[in-house]
């Protein structure tokens, strides 16, 4: 009963004063671009043309991942349901699939003019449902100041970094770190430490498949206290301000770093105002392979939902080739429609989506979604960012910490009913 009262709070608490539920005006929740400048770009730039076409204007209405999840769980519990389209990730949407909250989009309309990526349409299947369209993709890549090249370490070439060879390890970037501080008298490489960036993205996505092939199943077990010792080893190299740093771009562009790892989003705009500036290279390959996350970001309906003819008219607008490239110039996230790509003329943008494709096609991947923990989520981004913490700034034995964080690693897994990844 109290959880029902919760849901049901945060269900009120979402509702915009004044809205009318009504073919005129929908409300579009979600997940994604709800930093402020995207969420002005979104809002200006890409709704905008949808209401100039269709004469239906949209809310866009952002949330964290916890309140997202709560308010759609709290309207399908009190039967009122007033969310038209939802955004949200891969796994976000498979959590919701499990409650049973999501329209099955299989039969709708099909949307002209636009071929989705194959791997996107079969993740966008879950559960026997079409739980929701593609709509944009994005992943984590390093990006790397051309004065960098000329200090890496022997053995390791340009093309070598850039095609992601074998060469191209963790080891071989500690080396190049070590060289770069010692050419240039500071730490020269960047993570986005500080609580608004994404390095948990950078523990449990890249660094943990890369030693131990998972993200969570061996939190604490051998090839993970090897992790978290070249961690150690890596961070007197690591520049002091990246625990102040939630974004890479800006540091890449004052040259305090020469090599930055982050979201493509938020990298964009160093490419975009320095584009023959920087390269963008794949993330190094560990002992069990190149660790690396893919992102997937949909467009659904909630089941119930008002007005479906309305939403399906926003979310073919979305997902048109056009917009989709309109959507990357503003924010950094990659279309998922190959007729999209020919739509790309920005030279910044253009050394980045190299940098993706090199990513994805790079030998000895291991390509990883976030989990859909659902509600959890926010904690298990924590664990990892406390083991770094204690481990690496710290100085704590990873021996003593990961087995303490790692019990309630599992019982985040148990909690939210997803098997242990």
């Known amino acids: 009963m109290k959880r029902f009262i919760s849901l049901l709070l945060v269900s009120l608490l979402f509702l915009i004063p004044g809205t009318t539920i009504g073919a005129e005006k929908l409300i579009l929740l979600s997940t994604q671009f709800n930093p402020v400048d995207e969420l002005q770009y979104i809002n200006e730039k890409v709704l905008a043309g949808f209401t100039k076409e269709t ?5 866009f209405v952002p949330a964290n991942y916890a309140d997202f999840v709560n308010r759609l769980l709290a309207e399908a519990k009190t039967g009122k349901v ?28 099909k949307l002209p003019k636009r071929t989705f990526l194959k791997t996107f349409a079969n993740y966008s299947k879950i559960r026997g449902i079409t739980a929701y369209v593609p709509w944009t993709q994005a992943t984590f890549v390093v990006a790397i100041n051309k004065e960098a090249l000329k200090y890496l370490p022997a053995g390791l070439t340009q093309e070598d970094v850039l095609n992601g060879s074998i060469k ?70 690591v520049h002091p301000a990246s625990t102040t740093w939630s974004n890479m771009s800006e ?22 105002t320095k584009p023959n500036d ?20 949909g467009l659904g309906i909630p089941k119930n939902a008002p007005n479906k003819e309305d939403s399906w008219k926003l979310i073919e607008y979305l997902t048109r080739p056009s917009t989709q490239a309109l959507i990357l110039q503003g924010t950094g996230f990659f279309p998922t429609v190959k007729e999209a790509s020919g739509e790309v003329t920005d030279p910044g943008l253009q050394v980045l989506s190299s940098g993706v494709t090199r990513q994805a096609s790079a030998s000895f991947g291991i390509p990883t979604l976030i989990p859909s923990l659902g509600g959890l989520g926010g904690e298990f981004n924590n664990i990892y960012r406390m083991a770094y913490e204690r481990i690496v700034l710290r100085k704590e034995a990873p021996e003593k910490v990961l087995p303490e964080l790692g019990k309630r690693l599992e019982e985040i897994f148990k909690e939210a009913n997803v098997p242990l990844q």
């Open 55 to 59: 004469g239906i204007n949209v809310d």
């Open 82 to 109: 007033v969310t038209n389209t939802i955004a949200e990730l891969h796994g976000g949407f498979d959590y919701l699939a499990s409650e049973n909250v999501l329209e099955d989009l299989t039969n709708m309309p």
């Open 168 to 237: 191209w390890s963790y080891n071989a970037l500690l080396k190049w770190a070590e060289n770069l501080k010692k050419a240039k008298g500071a730490p020269m490489l960047g993570l986005p430490i500080a609580p608004g960036g994404l390095f948990h993205r950078f523990l449990h996505g890249y660094m943990y498949p890369s030693y131990t092939k998972t993200q969570a199943k061996a939190f604490a077990g051998q090839d993970a206290i090897s992790l978290w010792k070249y961690l150690v080893k890596l961070n007197d190299y």
């Open 251 to 272: 540091p890449l562009l004052k040259g305090e770093v020469l090599i930055g790892w982050d979201h493509t989003a938020r990298l964009a705009s160093a490419l975009k």
């Open 278 to 297: 920087f390269v963008v290279a794949p993330a190094p390959v560990g002992p069990k392979g190149r660790g690396y996350i893919l992102v997937i970001a």
